[in-house]
């Protein structure tokens, strides 16, 4: 069955500190991915996108994921985070067959120190 | 400005009272969802339309109906509401194309007792 999985359900950081948010997806087919936003009491944001092309994207708040074919593999990057970066991460994969299928991972969520 | 509208956003109600949450989007898509969240289990589809006139049931439709009369109106109708519906709802719409992405509601955070 199609799935998936973030491993982190709740990651804790400081400021400033580096930050990875791993996702794994479950699927046979060529897919779209994606990572969306949900900042606390607010609805999904697209934080960036991939389709084709170059493996690596960045999107908005200098936020990149990196597409590893080989190991099913999405995972959210940022260099140094910010308090305002406290939100939950959702990862979410459309098969490229079936634009009416979105299937989200569980979420990380995301608290961070100041 | 592109949005994708739901009310309420907030709704309290008991236990088999007839319920509608409306969604409406101004972007033209020809393709909306309902999904709900739960803690620990992300965000699961419930029904989408890929035209007016055209529904069909997501991973969790039971307990849930819904109507596409319009492109851009998407409700989705609880007849009887029941406790374990108690969620917050999004509706997104969309292209119908893989590589667009969704926009979503803001929410509707339903309270069933």
């Known amino acids: 069955a199609q799935s998936v999985s973030q491993h982190n359900h709740h990651v804790i950081l400081s400021e400033a500190a580096s930050l990875e948010l791993g996702c794994n997806y479950s699927y046979g087919g060529t897919v779209n991915l994606f990572w969306y936003v949900q900042y606390p009491g607010q609805h999904l944001q697209l934080l960036l996108k991939?389709?084709?092309?170059?493996?690596l994207v960045k999107g908005i708040k200098g936020f990149e994921a990196e597409f590893i074919k080989s190991k099913f593999s999405f995972n959210l990057r940022k260099p140094s985070v910010q308090w305002s970066d406290t939100a939950e991460y959702f990862c979410?994969?459309?098969?490229?067959?079936?634009?009416?299928?979105?299937?989200f991972g569980s979420g990380t969520r995301l608290s961070i120190r100041p | 400005e592109a949005q994708v509208t739901q009310n309420p956003r907030y709704l309290i109600t008991v236990t088999g009272k007839k319920l509608t949450v409306t969604c409406s989007q101004n972007m033209n898509h020809e393709y909306m969802s309902w999904y709900r969240q739960d803690p620990g289990l992300g965000l699961r589809q419930i029904y989408y339309?890929?035209?007016?006139?055209?529904?069909d049931k997501g991973d969790v439709p039971e307990g849930y109906k819904v109507s596409r009369k319009e492109k851009r109106n998407f409700p989705l109708i609880l007849e009887s509401p029941s406790p374990n519906q108690t969620s917050l709802y999004f509706c997104a719409s969309g292209t119908g194309f893989s590589d667009y992405g969704y926009t979503f509601g803001s929410g509707t955070r339903l309270t069933v007792v």
């Open positions: 339309s890929m035209n007016v006139e055209v529904t």
């Open positions: 979410a994969v459309i098969p490229y067959s079936s634009a009416s299928k979105i299937i």
């Open positions: 991939y389709f084709s092309g170059d493996p």
